[in-house]
């Protein structure tokens, strides 16, 4: 566990921020036009530019993950039934019979959290999201999905599509 603390020390200072398909830097989802033009950068470029969005952090963490083999999940929460569908990505992972919730993008949330299980995570995030949606908020519209390896750099759209077409969580 100690290497996973220090691999979470050297990334929790990476900041918000997405690219352009042309690689310019917007530090608020408000700047520019996310929908039409984000592309998700590499890990290389996350470690270059030290800026990254929620699921380009996944990505990093994907990749720390699985070179050391343990056991983990990237998980897409999307409040369904909201008309901007705001969602997070975030990593779990399964160490001594525990679980834990690696946050390294949610500003309020950051932290290694340690869980009983899985559902124990998932509830506590949907009990937890509400600033995400800005507005009305109904927690049982929360849905979780586990999610692989995207295969390319995908814009926005095709993110959420991949998403939405993984595992379904309870």
Not at 1 to 6: F, G, R, T, V
Not at 36 to 54: F, G, L, P, R, W
Not at 73 to 96: D, E, G, S
Not at 135 to 140: F, H, I, L, R, T
Request: with cysteine.
């Amino acid at each position: 566990m100690i290497n996973i603390k220090k691999f979470y020390s050297d990334i929790k200072d990476i900041k918000y921020g997405w690219h352009t398909k042309n690689g310019q830097l917007h530090e608020k989802l408000t700047e520019g036009n996310f929908v039409k033009d984000y592309k998700m950068q590499s890990v290389k470029n996350i470690e270059k530019t030290n800026h990254a969005i929620c699921w380009e952090m996944c990505e990093l963490q994907r990749k720390y993950f699985k070179k050391r083999k343990i056991k983990h999940k990237t998980i897409f929460a999307v409040l369904k039934k909201h008309r901007k569908l705001p969602c997070h990505t975030f990593t779990v992972f399964n160490y001594n019979n525990k679980w834990y919730w690696f946050e390294a993008s949610w500003q309020n949330q950051k932290g290694i959290h340690e869980y009983n299980s899985l559902s124990e995570i998932l509830d506590y995030f949907r009990n937890n999201f509400e600033d995400f949606a800005k507005g009305e908020y109904d927690k049982s519209n929360m849905e979780f999905y586990s999610y692989l390896k995207p295969p390319f750099r995908f814009n926005c759209n095709l993110f959420y599509f991949w998403c939405l077409h993984g595992r379904k969580l309870k």
